[in-house]
């Protein structure tokens, strides 16, 4: 029986981006002369990416060292260990493309792909079209600034689409896919912008897809690598499409249904294994193995009682999302309704790995958890403290604490009879809550290192394993996570910064602030001789009357609510319509004080 058709909310414009080369081009910025020549990126025995020169000359990713110097003598080889350079290129990218946003949806995926939601700025913009000449339209960028935009021309999409050229619409007015296709020209011609000024303003080129959900727009903008874009085109639904297909199907249905964003290595397998019948051949390889059999989106969708029931018994189980099987199945037929996330102040975690070739001694897990736990310190010291208002200020403070450490090993299994050891991506991971002395920045970095490691991360250790031999381990993770907002000046964290309140508690005040010091008396200045009834008749001629005695103890001194800019004596009407004079002293206050006044003469006498 063939599965409920999922319905489909294609409201929405999304854009991704996917920087070419990323390691390699943060490089090729760096050093311009490197552009021209093979260049490679190595982490451990690895190439972890390499420029569109190199791998025109034979190099791809995950290939060993060894095997692309033989391939290419002449590559360029760099060393990748060190993140940070690509960490502040993909957090200036990021900041980048934000800036051309309205709604502020813009997701960072890993250090080279962002997905922007650009539904309003596309939205706006298709209510400004003039039909009556698509041709010469304008892309404004700016909602109150009419000046700002570029030229486009509205009758044709930006860069490649799938399937080639669009279907003809049959009426402008009611027809869904001509209101679709309108939206996704717009888009098309925003990505091309943002794509050019991101090249022409920043060095960096990309790869870019279209479309109306982030699933499709990541797949269809590999569809033209490198410098390319594209857009997946109406039809969207079957039931619009005079042929009775969509191009939703036709485009996904090629992929392997391990290529699908969102159906892990784990999942992908095992739906392998259940059309196949049998667990799927991989190709021998060192960690990064690949399938040798090919099991398609189309393969799986159109298997024989395939749906979301069966999909949840063949993933779900103990431990798996809830839901996952009809989650899984949406995916397959190109559904994704998941939003597009606005950046976060803090990381919901931030973790640290490396893979190994073996690892098999404790000497040598105590060396590696010592540069994990550095680079782990460090990362938090980069994206957890702040400066305030002053970068050059030496006074940090931590805009977020992780409560949670985290320690995740893979142990490579036993080897079989035959001499050969079964694959295995598992890990296992133990937590506990991170220790206070982490947060401290008075002695440096390397005494928080080592009482991190010796503290927490060895004992977690060796409850992961328990024996000190008989492992061999292909992968270390430590990571912190359960991150708690610190207090802040905006309110969004946990409570109000009241040390950083009073540190500027000194300039937001400086206007009210009423000083305790000594008055000198003001001086007396020689005037023109004046009859007092004249100046009384005219206080406003600038000839103010003076008292006869001009001694400081005569005078009030100014307070904040005195005297206005012009020198004269603010008037407050409500208080002066109920005052009365004390017939004791003389003072005046206002009535309803008069009572409380007058029983303090009578205590007094």
């Known amino acids: ?12 414009i999304i854009i991704h981006f996917d920087y070419d080369c990323f390691y390699a081009s943060v ?6 002369a490197l552009k021209s020549v093979p260049l490679a990126v190595q982490q451990k025995q690895i190439i972890v990416t390499c420029n569109y020169e190199a791998r025109r000359r034979g190099l791809r990713k995950l290939q060993l060292i060894t095997e692309a110097k033989t391939v290419c003598p002449e590559v360029v080889i760099v060393l990748g260990e060190e993140l940070g350079r690509f960490r502040d290129a993909s957090k200036m990218l990021y900041k980048f493309l934000e800036a051309f946003t309205w709604c502020g949806k813009v997701e960072r995926l890993g250090f080279d792909e962002v997905f922007m939601d650009v539904t309003d700025i596309c939205d706006f913009n298709q209510s400004l079209l003039n039909h009556n000449d698509l041709a010469h339209s304008f892309f404004q960028l700016k909602r109150n600034d009419p000046t700002s935009g570029f030229s486009f021309d509205a009758t044709a999409i930006a860069g490649h689409g799938f399937p080639g050229r669009p279907e003809e619409a049959k009426d402008p007015i009611c027809d869904t896919n001509y209101n679709l296709m309108v939206r996704l020209i717009l888009g098309s011609h925003l990505a091309q912008h943002l794509r050019w000024q991101l090249e022409e303003r920043k060095g960096y080129t990309s790869t870019v897809g279209i479309s109306t959900n982030k699933l499709l727009s990541k797949l269809v903008g590999n569809s033209n690598k490198p410098k390319g874009q594209t857009t997946l085109l109406p039809p969207y639904n079957a039931s619009d499409s005079p042929a009775n297909e969509s191009n939703v199907t036709k485009f996904i249905d090629d992929f392997d249904i391990g290529k699908i964003p969102g159906i892990g290595f784990k999942m992908s397998q095992q739906i392998r294994n259940h059309v196949l019948s049998r667990p799927a051949d ?17 393969d799986v969708r159109l298997y024989d009682g395939m749906g979301p029931e069966l999909l949840e018994k063949i993933i779900g189980g103990p431990g798996a999302q809830r839901g996952i099987g009809g989650k899984a199945w949406g995916l397959i037929n190109g559904v994704d309704d998941t939003e597009v996330q606005k950046a976060k102040s803090v990381p919901t975690q931030i973790s640290i790995e490396d893979s190994y070739i073996r690892l098999d001694t404790l000497p040598d897990v105590m060396k590696e958890l010592r540069t ?19 970068p050059e200020s030496n006074t940090k403070r931590w805009i977020a604490h992780p409560k949670t450490i985290r320690l995740s090993t893979r142990p490579r299994p036993p080897l ?7 694959r295995s991506f598992n890990r296992i991971s133990r937590s506990g809550p991170i220790p206070s002395s982490v947060f401290s920045l008075k002695d440096g970095i390397d005494p928080v290192v080592d009482k991190l490691v010796q503290e927490t991360l060895i004992p977690m250790f060796r409850k992961l394993h328990p024996y000190p031999s008989g492992w061999n381990l292909s992968l270390v993770n430590i990571g912190v996570t359960n991150m708690v907002e610190a207090a802040s000046e905006n309110g969004k964290g946990g409570g109000r910064d009241i040390s950083r309140m009073f540190e500027r508690q000194e300039e937001v ?6 000083e305790d010091r000594d008055v000198p008396p003001d001086p007396v200045h020689e005037r023109k001789s004046v009859s007092l009834d004249a100046a009384q008749i005219d206080p406003s001629a600038g ?4 008292p006869i005695n001009t001694g400081s103890e005569d005078t009030i001194p100014p307070t904040q609510n005195t005297i206005d800019d012009h020198g004269v004596w603010e008037e407050d009407e409500e208080e002066d319509e109920d005052r009365e004079q004390c017939n004791t002293c003389g003072a005046i ?3 309803f004080a008069m009572a409380a006044h007058e029983r303090f003469h009578v205590f007094e006498g």
């Open 1 to 12: 029986m063939a599965a409920k058709t999922l319905k489909r909310h294609d409201n929405r």
């Open 27 to 32: 490089f090729e910025n760096e050093n311009p």
């Open 282 to 298: 991989f190709d021998a390889g060192l960690i990064y193995g690949e399938t040798k059999e090919s099991v398609t989106v189309g």
């Open 372 to 390: 994990l736990a550095t680079s782990l310190v460090k990362r938090m010291y980069t994206d957890l403290l702040d400066d305030g208002d002053d």
């Open 416 to 422: 079989n009879a035959d001499g050969t050891r079964t």
């Open 509 to 514: 005040l400086k206007e009210w602030k009423v």
């Open 543 to 546: 000839d103010e009357v003076w």
């Open 589 to 591: 206050m206002p009535g």
